[in-house]
């Protein structure tokens, strides 16, 4: 037999669910979006058996078949759409076997739709640890669908599941009893709107009733017809569906009564509620955080420094070596201070972008993520969010466009919006690079109070002022956009797990090469512009600083070093990049910055670590030296035409408090009209984003100078 099958993986979050879908597909995955929404469609290939290969579909986690978010509807309408191209013949549901109980509900949900069903029990190992035994045959006998243990973290049970999966293909199972009686709720009239609706159940045709107005695959005529029907009948959605969930859950316990056994229910505490005490206090939980942070920000300066200061005199000595061997002329000029030195600002920060990956993925494979934001709630709501808010927030330190997208999961519809438009405000791993050169730059390297870090301090310093800010402008939003909606924060609190270092490992390595290729590609691209623009100048204006300096050089042959420096700077000026610096150097001046500076601010806009790049092209284009210096070395010598330096602590803290709150980054407002479909909220964004940006970019110049 040589068919196609389709499986859809569902399941409660943190569950176990995507760990079990890249555990079928491995690499054959991809990402797309579902029909007319922006939420995440992964999908991918399995071969189940050598006759069977199957389409998997990983659908949005979810908690009940009643959906409160984007990403819950979207599982409802594959599930309940008959002409869904991406309707399963098969679902996999996956159990959290700790908390059976309430997976339990959603299982029996999903097997009243009448799609062939088979159970993964998950977490075993937590289920033991709390002394709760599971007859997984017997719950398979009172449950009537397949019934297995799993655990795809270390690829256990996965065979057996594929066994069952072509057990199911291989025979047309029989149509499954109803797990409780519908018609006992409704009336005998809910069959005749299986008819109506076109659905296969009559628990089916109870959720078109209930949410037929906002189903978008029921037309017009069938909207009449079901409207009519239900007020035929008094159909009252909220008492029956209370009553549903109550007569489900005594059939539950009944089925656990048979099936599960508890050691000791009064006396077991799990280790997780004991950590918990401590991580979730009031106080200590709240200092515990702060100081997770603090460790985080130290290592990225301490850990780093390393590998960064091997990376800048591998790139030196190559320099020297290679500018030793290849003739003079525009082709090693290129070479030098186009690729060379637009390579090395890409590599000298991989392994600080490494190290914050590291520390995040470590945060959440312990299951210590999901606490910031039960600690953090107070504050969110505190500026018109709730806790579900800090997820996007946590991960828009890593990238702001998939933690926007992270927003989905937000039911409320204002708080989603106002979380959007201020994620963009925490510092990401894009800024890690500008902040590093430039405290490196400006702070000095030492301790305060005999251990601390004073560099690893201001770092913290940044990432904490832009998470304030963000809670600010929320508070502000709050106040300006008016709703009637009210939201809860409701949340499950994984286990506490020891990270999986291999996992941690290969993050760390994945990111590192996502930053090499991706951003490098922009980097090196914007480096190589960079060096033509800076390298070339209307002709009249370059032959006349050629002209000017010929005849210098022949007056003063004793100052020749500092002449051919003078030179090598006057060009870059009269170059095009340089007359696009001068252009909005007035606009900037007020800040500290210079036109060099304002090159960068342009071309960053692409992505904000493009700074280090354009920055590394054009100090090498206008440095006529033969040394090889690092680019620290080169900025930190930079001087204005009166001979003060350009990077004062002044100009310094300027740009960074610039780099802090400015929307330097076009895929982020991609993602943001993608989210909002529309581009009047990304224009508000760059907007105010830009205004804050520059207002306490000038603050802090004027006070520092």
């Not at 100081?291 to 780093?304: D, H, Y």
């Not at 290679?322 to 186009?338: C, E, F, H, R």
């Not at 934001?373 to 969110?380: G, H, K, P, Y």
């Amino acid at each position: 037999m040589a068919s196609t099958f389709t499986i859809a993986l569902v399941g409660n979050p943190n569950s176990g669910k995507s760990s079990l879908f890249n555990a079928l597909t491995g690499l054959n995955q991809k990402v797309g979006n579902f029909p007319g929404v922006t939420v995440d469609k992964k999908t991918g290939v399995a071969k189940i058996s050598e006759n069977l290969s199957a389409h998997i579909i990983d659908l949005p986690g979810t908690y009940s078949l009643y959906p409160k978010s984007a990403d819950e509807q979207v599982t409802y309408e594959v599930l309940l759409n008959q002409q869904s191209a991406d309707r399963p013949n098969l679902i996999v549901v996956i159990a959290d076997a700790s908390n059976l109980k309430r997976n339990l509900l959603f299982c029996s949900q999903i097997m009243d739709l009448k799609i062939p069903v088979v159970i993964a029990l998950t977490m075993m190992d937590i289920a033991e640890r709390k002394g709760i035994s599971i007859n997984t045959s017997g719950l398979e006998k009172s449950l009537g669908v397949p019934v297995l243990a799993i655990n795809p973290r270390k690829d256990k049970g996965i065979g057996q599941l594929k066994k069952a999966m072509v057990a199911v293909a291989e025979k047309k199972p029989a149509v499954l009893p109803d797990f409780i009686s519908i018609e006992s709720l409704t009336g005998a009239w809910i069959h005749e709107l299986t008819h109506v609706t076109l659905q296969d159940s009559n628990y089916a045709a109870l959720h078109v009733a209930c949410n037929f107005k906002e189903l978008k695959y029921i037309n017009a005529a069938q909207r009449i017809g079901i409207g009519a029907l239900i007020g035929e009948n008094a159909f009252q959605k909220t008492k029956v569906q209370a009553e549903e969930i109550m007569l489900r859950y005594r059939k539950i316990d009944a089925i656990m009564a048979q099936n599960v056994v508890v050691e000791n229910p009064e006396q077991k505490v799990a280790a997780s509620d004991k950590i918990d005490k401590v991580l979730l206090h009031p106080v200590w939980g709240n200092v515990i955080l702060l100081s997770v942070l603090f460790i985080l920000f130290q290592s990225i300066f301490w850990l780093a420094r390393y590998p960064m200061d091997w990376i800048q005199q591998l790139f030196a000595h190559g320099g020297d070596l290679l500018g030793s061997v290849i003739p003079d002329g525009m082709w090693k000029d290129l070479l030098l201070n186009g690729l060379l030195a637009g390579i090395s600002g890409i590599m000298v920060f991989v392994p600080q972008i490494m190290i914050l990956f590291g520390f995040i993925t470590v945060l959440e494979d312990t299951g210590y993520m999901a606490r910031i934001s039960f600690l953090t709630d107070r504050i969110m709501r505190s500026a018109g969010l709730n806790g579900r808010s800090v997820m996007p927030l946590i991960s828009g330190m890593a990238c702001a466009v998939p933690a926007i997208m992270a927003a989905r999961t937000i039911q409320n519809k204002k708080e989603r919006l106002i979380t959007i438009l201020v994620t963009p405000l925490m510092s990401c791993s894009a800024r890690l690079p500008v902040y590093t050169m430039l405290i490196a730059l400006v702070i000095p390297n030492k301790a305060v109070a005999g251990i601390f870090n004073l560099q690893g301090l201001v770092l913290m310093g940044l990432y904490l002022l832009g998470f304030f800010m963000a809670l600010i402008v929320a508070k502000v939003m709050d106040l300006l956009i008016s709703t009637k909606e009210r939201s809860y924060f409701l949340m499950e609190l994984p286990v506490y797990r020891s990270p999986r270092w291999k996992n941690v490992g290969i993050t760390m390595v994945e990111k590192g090469k996502i930053f090499i290729k991706d951003v490098g590609k922009i980097i090196i691209i914007l480096s190589l512009v960079l060096w033509v623009l800076a390298s070339f100048g209307p002709p009249g204006a370059m032959q006349k600083v050629e002209e000017q300096y010929a005849v210098l050089l022949k007056q003063h042959p004793d100052q020749q070093n500092q002449l051919q420096h003078e030179k090598a700077t006057a060009k870059l000026e009269h170059s095009f990049a340089g007359l696009m610096g001068k252009g909005i150097e007035p606009l900037i001046r007020p800040l500290g910055y210079d036109w060099k500076i304002g090159i960068a601010l342009i071309t960053s806009f692409a992505a904000r670590e493009v700074f280090v790049g354009t920055m590394a092209t054009l100090y090498s284009v206008g440095d006529a030296s033969t040394e090889m210096k690092t680019l620290e070395q080169k900025m930190r010598d930079a001087r204005r035409s009166d001979g003060t330096p350009v990077y004062t602590l002044a100009a310094g803290l300027s740009l960074l408090i610039f780099y802090v709150f400015a929307m330097q980054c076009m895929s982020t407002m991609a993602i943001v009209k993608r989210e909002t479909r529309s581009w009047k909220y990304p224009l508000i964004q760059f907007a105010y984003m830009l205004g804050l940006a520059y207002g306490a970019a000038f603050i802090v110049f004027t006070i520092f100078k």
